[in-house]
């Protein structure tokens, strides 16, 4: 199991060996420029490199299996010889055991086993982590699904089923961590108000994922001809104030940008926590 930092949330750095992801793709879809942009991710801070070779954005066909494993096995195993720590972004349990072989730490499944039924038992047999995203349909049907009256309540409810399955399968409640699911079958305002919620999903017990990055909602703050990575500091904002929330980690494109901001929310928590202690220190001290 990964270690929780003790000062700030793990940084999953994103690696989309596809040639349609919405933000990269095509960029890496090759295992030297794989492999080369993942060496990268670590050495700017990202604690683990969440690899996903099929596009989960909306709209998005689903891919053969085969051809998932024909982008990423072969960038795992490398990544694995040169000692980085590896999540492996499927929904497909073959892929996942196949990764898990191969020393992935983490299985991170948008669809919280759903989309393959013999994940949940793949995750189980591997004892890795798990990471269970919520979301409603695939890919091709998300963006219809997304009538809700009460977000927060109701993307909670269902992630706790979603839990509650796992666990029956034989996942480990110990490895199972959650993820609200940022621009999967949700708007823009549903995305705003979990985000605004998020201490909600943390008070679940388990460690929460935060996966914003890049996402269309951000780009609704911008121009409309700007970049998908001018979103980045928005994106690296986000990260600070999921730590304020209670978030275990964050998944993002640009790791230089969300590592800073983390330091900065790690280093005002720090003076905070410590600026506590000398006052009660003070105070004790005054009353003798």
């Known amino acids: 199991m990964l270690p929780v930092g003790p000062s700030r949330p793990i940084i999953f750095g994103i690696l989309n060996v596809t040639p349609d992801s919405f933000s990269d793709g095509g ?21 683990i490199v969440d690899v996903g070779g099929e596009s989960t954005r909306p709209g998005a066909v689903r891919l053969e299996v085969a051809e998932e494993q024909r982008r990423v096995l072969p960038v ?20 996942a055991a196949a990764c898990a072989e191969l020393g992935a730490a983490i299985i991170n499944d948008v669809s ?17 982590l798990f990471v269970a995203c919520h979301s409603r349909g695939s890919s091709a049907t998300m963006n219809t699904r997304t009538r809700y009256v009460h977000p927060i309540a109701e993307v909670r409810r269902e992630l ?67 970049a998908v990575t001018e979103r980045d500091p928005a994106t690296a904002v986000i990260s600070a104030l999921s730590a304020e929330a209670g978030a275990w980690g964050v998944r993002v494109h640009d790791v230089v940008s969300t590592k800073a901001a983390l330091e900065v929310w ?23």
């Open 160 to 226: 706790e089923y979603r839990l509650a399955a796992l666990i029956t399968a034989g996942v480990k409640p110990e490895r199972i961590i959650l993820d609200p699911g940022i621009g999967f079958s949700k708007t823009s305002e549903h995305n705003w108000a979990l985000l605004a919620g998020l201490h909600e999903f943390v008070a679940l017990g388990h460690p929460v994922l935060v996966g914003a990055s890049r996402k269309g909602f951000l780009g609704e703050l911008l121009p409309a001809e700007a």
């Open 76 to 95: 795992v195993r490398e990544l694995r010889a040169q000692g980085i720590p590896v999540s492996i972004d499927t929904l497909n349990a073959s892929t």
């Open 27 to 47: 960029a890496h879809d090759s295992v030297a420029a794989a492999v080369e942009h993942a060496v990268q991710l670590f050495a700017s801070g990202a604690d």
């Open 266 to 288: 790690s280093a005002m928590n720090g003076a905070r926590t410590n600026g506590a202690r000398t006052t009660g220190a003070r105070t004790t001290g005054a009353r003798k």
């Open 112 to 128: 919280a086993a759903t989309a393959d039924v013999d994940m949940a038992l793949v995750a189980a047999e591997s004892k890795l």
